[in-house]
Each structure stands twice: as C-alpha cells, then as structure tokens.
C-alpha cells in the first residue's frame, strides 16, 4: 500500500495549520512592510496596552514555542520525540554502520552549519554598515519562521542537497530550526533579540547533546520508529521522501 496516497495524519493536519498560520502572519508583514516601512516600525513599538508592543507579544509567543521543545511532549512529531529513551524501539544494528552514519551526518551537518552562517554573515555585514536595519532583519526572521515549515511540508534544500536524509522524521538537524529562525536576531542588540538567539542556541545544543550521547536513536537502522512502515506522521506526504 502506497503510504502518501492516504488521507493526511493528525500530525500532518497540525503542520498545515500551523504552516498557514505563519503564511498568514508573513503576508500581512509583508505587505505592511513593502507598502510602509515607517508604519510597520511604529506598530511594533507602539503599546497596545499598559506599555505593551507587539514586539513583546512576538517575544513571548517564539520563547514559548521555544521552551516547549526543551521541554517537548507527545503532541510533537517523532522527528523530535526520537531523542527521547521512550520512543527508541532498538533492532539488531552493526556498530561499524553506525559509527559510519554519525561520522558522515556529523560532517554534512557541520556543512549545513558553515552554509547558513556564511549565508547570513551577508546580512549582518549589511546591518552593521548601515545598509538595512533592524526592521529588514526582523523581516527576515519572520520570512525564516515561514521557511521553517515550508522545508519541513515542501522542499528543503537542506535535505536534498546536503545532509541526504530520507524524510524530516530521520533528519538529524531537525530541532536546528529555531537556531536558523532567530539567527538574523544576533545582530541586533537588545534583550529582546539576544534572549531569542541564545535561547534558540540552547534548544541546539540540548538536541546535540542527545545526539552525541544516543545516535543510536536518530538512525533508521537501529530505531525501528524511523521506518517508514512504522510511521504515524507521514509529514512528508507532499514533499516525498529523499532517496540518495
């Protein structure tokens, strides 16, 4: 039975909500944005009630999203859950390949790393020349919170191009992704945009942590929650899966 011919998973289901709600939230920055410039820099620091701005409005929202996944629970997707002892359902493995696989995620991971810091170091010169400002680079962090979801339900060029991983369930980065959202946040300094940037580098290194300690939990070869057929997620049901 051909698994992406069925209807969409619960799990999906929740990916597409949550996908269309930041196309939403993207597309009225968007248009604000490239319409009046100056009126989207007054929203944001104009209170909205007793002081409060839609800046720490935004900042609670990402810290909460950010602090559910260093403290994750069953509603997440088993590409995160696989760090847990508790959805590790070992199979007979060789260690050698094991070893193998680390070796090889580990140097297309630290590829992926060198790719996007090189890739937003453009940014961040740019900033600190005068050229954009703060308003361009929050911009590009809510164009990155879009992206977000549209590497994990369409196309991830991370995926296909270098780290070669089968689906987003088996993607060794998977949880790197509030590290890149929040990325463009590092050259901006404020409370606000450090504490989202350092607290996205905490949610990095508590999955690299477990990567290092357990690998064997992220390998379809010795996790039999990774198979496919063992899959309840199929959040790859439109973007398929890669085969290299």
Not at 37 to 57: C, D, F
Not at 75 to 85: C, E, G, N, V
Not at 107 to 127: D, E, H, K, Q, S
Not at 144 to 168: A, E, V
Request: glycine content about 2%.
């Amino acid at each position: 039975m051909n698994l992406h011919a069925k209807k969409p998973t619960p799990m999906l289901k929740r990916y597409l909500v949550t996908f269309f709600f930041r196309l939403a939230v993207f597309i009225i920055m968007l248009v604000i944005y490239l319409t009046d410039r100056v009126r989207l820099e007054e929203l944001m620091s104009q209170p909205i009630v007793n002081g409060v701005t839609i800046i720490h409005v935004l900042w609670v929202i990402f810290m909460i999203m950010m602090l559910t996944h260093i403290f994750p629970s069953n509603r997440f997707s088993m590409a995160i859950k696989k760090a847990d002892h508790v959805n590790y359902d070992p199979q007979e493995f060789e260690e050698l390949e094991l070893l193998r696989f680390v070796k090889e995620q580990n140097i297309r991971a630290w590829t992926v790393l060198l790719v996007w810091l090189c890739f937003n170091a453009v940014f961040g010169l740019l900033y600190l020349l005068g050229v954009i400002k703060d308003i361009d680079l929050l911009m590009l962090t809510v164009f990155y919170f879009l992206s977000d979801y549209i590497c994990i339900l369409f196309y991830c060029p991370f995926q296909f191009k270098i780290m070669k991983n089968r689906c987003c369930v088996n993607c060794r980065i998977y949880d790197w992704g509030h590290f890149m959202i929040f990325t463009p946040m590092l050259f901006i300094c404020n409370f606000f945009s450090w504490s989202l940037f350092f607290t996205s580098c905490v949610v990095l290194i508590r999955w690299e942590l477990y990567y290092a300690k357990h690998p064997e939990r992220f390998w379809f070869g010795s996790n039999k929650n990774l198979n496919c057929v063992n899959c309840k997620d199929r959040i790859c049901k439109y973007k398929g899966k890669c085969n290299s």
